[in-house]
């Protein structure tokens, strides 16, 4: 398959709507965004370019644009229109900022090994739970970190992150129901849209957003990636064209990895696992290799999973809705010990690679994971896990 890096451009605010009800009625007159697109709807947005570029018959090639990969979405954070630009990604869930006074400080989570005597409700017996030093409200606005902050994080180097960001701006826009009869506004029925806009101006500097996706195409199928299509809810505009950069694992990280028997799986896209929080590449000991690293076996320690979230959507074969599935959200956090092979794999074959269970949603992009180290002599107590 031939790889390319493609970046997405909105046009307008786009919607990317979430779980939550939408229609005439009390409490569901507001269609609110999600922060950043699912998976699954960057896909069906690259997948329908191509096909639409193709000349497919959509009745019956639909099946075609099921070959091509999508390995998204990243966000691109760039300042103006020529100034320098940094991957944007979710705040990781072993990470808390708090305020100590007037300073930020930020709490490290780690696996920890509760005292004799003690226990806990996890999920399954050979799980640690996480220690929390502080007892503490979390500092809102810190929704995404820079990857040059991130990095140091999966580098077991902990600070505060340099600024606070909450990604995608919200737009919100009230407007009116039409009378599809009379072609006239229809009294006291108004709504509320909230989109994401992808420019914003934070003080005197103005920052431009994109999504970044890799793109695995067939051999078969010669597509050039520049043009518009329609994303998002209410078709609105988004420009694809093909980019030449992409968030590769840095040598200090694959160095940091290829000495270490411990490691941490990041999610920077949602995953979705048929047992909830747990990879089913995972046995019942917790044992497993991810699906693109088979030589290397890990054994789960510990997870910091965030609150879990719901996808739906519609499908175009059958005609009808998709049932509703949970995610494991990005930036969920996986503590593993390396029980054989080298962690340097995770690095070369594993980075920003799917760990999702199935097929279908590993080449929809779901569960797209960073890798980095975590040190085992912070667990406290007990023996060697």
């Not at 962690?343 to 199935?358: F, G, I, K, T, Y």
Request: overall charge negative.
């Amino acid at each position: 398959m031939a790889a390319k890096i493609v970046c997405i451009e909105a046009l307008d605010p786009l919607l990317f709507r979430d779980a939550r009800p939408f229609s005439n009625e009390l409490g569901a007159l507001m269609a609110q965004s999600l922060p950043v697109p699912m998976p699954g709807t960057v896909a069906g947005f690259i997948r329908t370019f191509v096909g639409n570029q193709q000349g497919w018959n959509w009745k019956c090639d639909f099946q075609r644009a099921l070959a091509i990969k999508v390995y998204a979405p990243l966000l691109w954070r760039q300042r103006g229109f020529t100034g320098e630009g940094e991957f944007i990604l979710p705040t990781p869930a072993d990470a808390l900022i708090y305020r100590e006074g007037s300073n930020l400080q930020v709490a490290v989570l780690r696996p920890f090994q509760p005292p004799a005597n003690a226990g806990c409700n996890l999920p399954h017996r050979k799980l640690l739970p996480l220690r929390v030093e502080v007892d503490t409200k979390p500092e809102g606005g810190y929704g995404f970190w820079k990857w040059s902050d991130l990095q140091d994080w999966l580098l077991d180097k902990p600070k505060v992150p340099s600024e606070p960001i909450e990604g995608l701006l919200r737009e919100t826009r009230v407007h009116v129901a039409i009378d599809d009869t009379k072609g006239t506004s229809e009294e006291s029925h108004l709504y509320t849209v909230e989109y994401r806009t992808f420019e914003h101006l934070q003080g005197s500097a103005y920052y431009r957003w994109s999504l970044l996706a890799r793109v695995d195409m067939p051999d078969d199928m010669e597509v050039t990636f520049d043009g518009i299509g329609l994303l998002g809810g209410e078709k609105r505009i988004a420009y694809l064209h093909e980019a030449n950069w992409w968030l590769n694992c840095p040598d200090s990280l694959r160095a940091a990895l290829s000495s270490t028997r411990y490691v941490r799986m990041m999610l920077a896209t949602p995953a979705i696992f048929k047992s909830g929080w747990k990879p089913d590449w995972l046995n019942d000991d917790l044992e497993g290799s991810p699906p693109s690293a088979p030589n290397v076996r890990l054994q789960l320690i510990a997870a910091a999973v965030k609150r879990h979230e719901a996808v739906s959507g519609w499908n175009y074969a059958k005609r009808c809705p998709k049932p509703v599935r949970w995610l494991v959200p990005a930036g969920s956090v996986y503590f593993f010990k390396l029980l054989d092979g080298s962690a340097e794999a995770l690095a070369s074959c594993a980075w920003l690679q799917p760990v999702s269970d199935a097929e279908p949603d590993r080449d929809a992009g779901y569960g797209l994971a960073l890798w980095g180290i975590w040190n085992k002599s912070e667990t406290v107590g007990g023996d060697e896990p």
